[in-house]
Nanobody, 124 residues
Framework: QVQLVESGGKLVQAGGSLRLSCAASGRTFTLYAMGWFRQAPGKEREFVAQISWSGGSTLYADSVKGRFTISRDNALNTVYLQMNSLTPEDTAVYYC?????????????????WGKGTLVTVSS
């Protein structure tokens, strides 16, 4: 049973930074690509970033490119999302996602498991 537990969400001022963490368990972490999505109030869930199972490749949504960085620590079975220069438009529940299949890097459009989310609120 794959479990994903996000943490790190909180209230932060515009222009600030925040790091989200997602602890994974239930299978061999290093074999699976990971990603982050978000859902703002009244909007659909959207892709934010993904990192390949090897950690050698990343992909970002245009809206966060240059401000957010996804990374993974395979020793800790954890994926991170470093968020800088936050704006009120980044306010959302952030969800961690894990690709369902091994050695498959497409988290954005692939089958995946979800965490329960962590709330990030950016005040102006």
């Amino acid at each position: 049973q794959v479990q994903l537990v996000e943490s790190g969400g909180k209230l932060v001022q515009a222009g600030g930074s925040l790091r989200l963490s997602c602890a994974a368990s239930g299978r061999t972490f290093t074999l699976y690509a990971m990603g982050w999505f978000r859902q703002a109030p009244g909007k659909e869930r959207e892709f934010v970033a993904q990192i390949s199972w090897s950690g050698g490749s990343t992909l970002y949504a245009d809206s966060v490119k240059g401000r957010f960085t996804i990374s993974r620590d395979n020793a800790l079975n954890t994926v991170y999302l470093q968020m800088n220069s936050l704006t009120p438009e980044d306010t959302a529940v952030y969800y961690c996602a894990a690709q369902r299949y091994t050695f498959t890097d497409n988290v954005r459009n692939g089958e995946k498991y979800w965490g329960k989310g962590t709330l990030v609120t950016v005040s102006s």
